[in-house]
């Protein structure tokens, strides 16, 4: 098994920054891709952006590219999603995922998550 925690969500001013973190526990942390999702009130969770377990592949939604970036540190088991530029439509709890193989962007392909950190962007 695989936990995993998120922390640095808040409430920012449209056009501020954040940064996501993901802790991770787990020996067998730096095989496993991660990904980055996120679900708004009304809404189905969405990908926002994913990272291959070497670090070498980033993949990122649409609507984030160019404004959010992801990282991962294995040595520390924690990965990152700094999130600058940020807008209203940004709002949403964030979550961290772990343990897809391919296709990094679909959600049906991790097989763990976090509990989630709140992300409050106001206009």
């Known amino acids: 098994q695989v936990q995993l925690v998120e922390s640095g969500g808040g409430l920012v001013q449209a056009g501020g920054s954040l940064r996501l973190s993901c802790a991770a526990a787990?020996?067998?942390?730096?095989?496993?891709?991660m990904g980055w999702f996120r679900q708004a009130p009304g809404k189905e969770r969405e990908f926002v952006a994913a990272i291959s377990w070497s670090g070498g592949s980033t993949y990122y939604a649409d609507s984030v590219k160019g404004r959010f970036t992801i990282s991962r540190d294995n040595a520390k088991n924690t990965v990152y999603l700094q999130m600058n530029s940020l807008k209203p439509e940004d709002t949403a709890v964030y979550y961290c995922a772990a343990g897809a193989r391919e296709r990094l962007w679909v959600i049906d392909v991790y097989n763990y998550w976090g509990q989630g950190t709140q992300v409050t962007v106001s206009s």
């Open positions: 787990g020996r067998t942390f730096s095989s496993y891709a």
